[in-house]
């Protein structure tokens, strides 16, 4: 039965997607992609900036943050292999919660991103602006 417990936990762990965790100790890393070396999360998972955003500010709330969930954290991200910490930070959403930043950038995923390495939304336009992902030196993969 407590075997049981522990994997039915496991599964429990493993089913939240990527776009509702919050992890304790964020990470960002720069990987080749077929845009070149981006950024990803920690677990893998590419992440994306908004045209619209201005430096230091999300403006992707409602549904919008339902396509693309804010990449939120607990505090400032580690930098990874590739990922500059000096570009790393966070911002205070309007909800209260930390989002990570690169270079001033509001990161966020794609809600169709279901694994690790994909990346299906670049270049896409909606609610106002382009959702590109971001290069190492934090500016948009084109």
């Known amino acids: ?17 990527a776009s509702a965790a919050t992890w304790a100790q964020p990470s960002v890393a720069a990987h080749a992609s077929k845009y070149g070396r981006i950024l990803f ?3 893998g998972f590419a992440l ?3 045209t619209r955003d201005p430096r230091g500010r999300s403006t992707c709330a409602a ?4 396509k693309w969930p804010p990449y939120i954290v607990g505090g400032r ?20 919660r ?8 509001p ?5 169709g991103d279901k694994k690790p390495g994909q990346i299906l939304c670049q270049g896409v336009s909606l609610f ?9 030196d934090g500016d948009h993969a084109r």
Request: charged share 15%; glycine share 12%.
């Open 48 to 50: 994306y900036s908004f």
């Open 41 to 43: 999360d920690g677990r």
């Open 63 to 66: 549904a919008c943050a339902k």
């Open 98 to 105: 930390l989002q990570a930043t690169y270079a001033g950038r």
């Open 77 to 96: 991200p580690a930098a990874g292999v590739g990922a500059k910490a000096s570009l790393l930070g966070t911002i205070r959403r309007n909800d209260g």
């Open 107 to 111: 990161l966020y995923y794609y809600v």
């Open 1 to 17: 039965m407590r075997a049981f417990l522990v994997l039915a936990a496991l599964a429990a762990v493993l089913a939240v997607p």
């Open 128 to 136: 106002g602006g382009l959702w590109l992902v971001v290069r190492p």
